[in-house]
């Protein structure tokens, strides 16, 4: 009988702790996954940051906390973790009441891209070990690895011949918000540039005149097609850093920079497009882009692009070429190109046995730079 009366009491006991533990085990208990900064360069270290806080007096004896992200991210300490399509990771905490946990998971950020945890699944035991309740929490925090720069001292004399191109190709034009006096009308000066509360004080016609100011954009056209080769990310890659660079460079020089790729946008599916502008915020904006940029996703051809643009028949600014795809169809609207823009400068990425491929015309040839790439198995 006395052991028939203890068993009811476990029982019971059992059956208080599962209920309390069913209603009120995730009370008060907050989960946060961060990383440390939310930009990085490739090549640099991060982490991961789990802070979680059971702000009741109810103890947690296994505590799980789940989450996946991309597997392009490498995590170091690799164990509670699952690598397939996605990289799957699983950590348990054992908490007590009222108590605060940290823990700081480094990340070595070896491949540009831009990478998000929205959500984390919860799961906690009761006291003994035997029901299991979860939850699923929204949480989203985003890291956006930016690609590195080249190698600026390889970079530099091709730069200063670009740099010294787009400078003889600007035009000078007024700028109106830099007021320097105003002098006599003259028969071509145009009626809009007219001083009239010059000319109703003296009964003369006067003329503004403004400072004068460089007008000149630099748009990159950045091609992500492959040239019929198996798995050449790293010349796609070089292509990318190039693009990056080369905005950072010309920005610096107070040239407006935009940007236009087949290059899809890993969140909209999209080709990746930027507008002109000058300034941190706008170089921020283009290695927010490139990061952003799918090489999983085919590219549409380019030159359908490029052919786009010839017939709006606006005039197009200096166009600066990246790519290694050089097929016919994208040499001919390469040259058109060349023919209707501001100035033209195509650079050719290669590999040391792709060079037979490259055959433009002699006119395109005087316009392009050679840049070779090391190749990467």
Not at 115 to 138: G, N, P, V
Not at 140 to 152: E, K, S, W
Not at 276 to 283: K, L, S
């Amino acid at each position: 009988m006395n052991i028939l009366f203890a068993a009811l009491g476990i029982f019971i006991l059992y059956l208080l702790q599962r209920n309390l533990y069913k209603r009120s085990w995730d009370k008060n208990l907050r989960v946060k996954l961060s990383y440390s900064r939310q930009t990085a360069v490739e090549g640099e270290e991060v982490a991961l940051i789990e802070v979680l806080t059971n702000d009741k007096r109810l103890p947690l004896p296994a505590l799980t906390v789940k989450f996946q992200t991309s597997r392009d991210l490498k995590f170091i300490n690799s164990e509670n973790s699952a690598v397939t399509d996605l990289y799957y990771r699983s950590d348990i905490f054992s908490f007590n009441g009222r108590e605060k946990i940290t823990r700081t998971l480094p990340v070595a950020c070896e491949h540009r891209g831009y990478y998000t945890i929205t959500s984390m699944a919860l799961s906690c035991t009761d006291l003994l070990y035997i029901e299991k309740f979860s939850q699923l929490r929204d949480n989203f925090t985003q890291l956006y690895v930016y690609p590195r720069y080249v190698d600026i001292r390889r970079l530099l004399i091709p730069f200063n011949q670009l740099y010294g191109a787009v400078l003889s190709s600007r035009h000078i034009l007024p700028d109106p918000f830099e007021f320097r006096g105003i002098r006599e009308y003259q028969p071509f000066d145009p009626m809009k540039s007219v001083n009239w509360k010059a000319f109703a004080r003296t009964g003369e016609l006067k003329v503004n005149l403004y400072e004068d100011t460089a007008s000149q954009e630099v748009c990159i056209l950045l091609n992500l097609e492959n040239h019929g080769y198996v798995n050449h990310y790293d010349i796609l890659e070089e292509n990318i850093r190039l693009a990056a660079t080369l905005s950072d460079m010309f920005i610096a020089k107070g040239i407006p920079v935009s940007l236009q790729t087949n290059g899809c946008d890993c969140t909209s599916g999209l080709p990746v497009c930027v507008d002109a502008g000058t300034g941190a915020g706008h170089q921020t904006r283009m290695l927010q882009s490139l990061a952003r940029i799918d090489l999983n996703t085919a590219p549409a051809h380019l030159s359908a692009q490029l052919h786009r643009e010839i017939s709006r028949g606006a005039n197009l600014p200096f166009v600066l070429l990246i790519s290694n795809y050089c097929r016919e169809d994208f040499m001919a609207a390469a040259e058109e190109i060349a023919k209707n823009s501001a100035g033209c400068q195509l650079i050719y990425t290669y590999h040391k046995d792709m060079l037979e491929d490259f055959k433009p015309s002699q006119q395109l040839y005087q316009k392009t730079f050679f840049w070779e790439v090391e190749h990467i198995d």
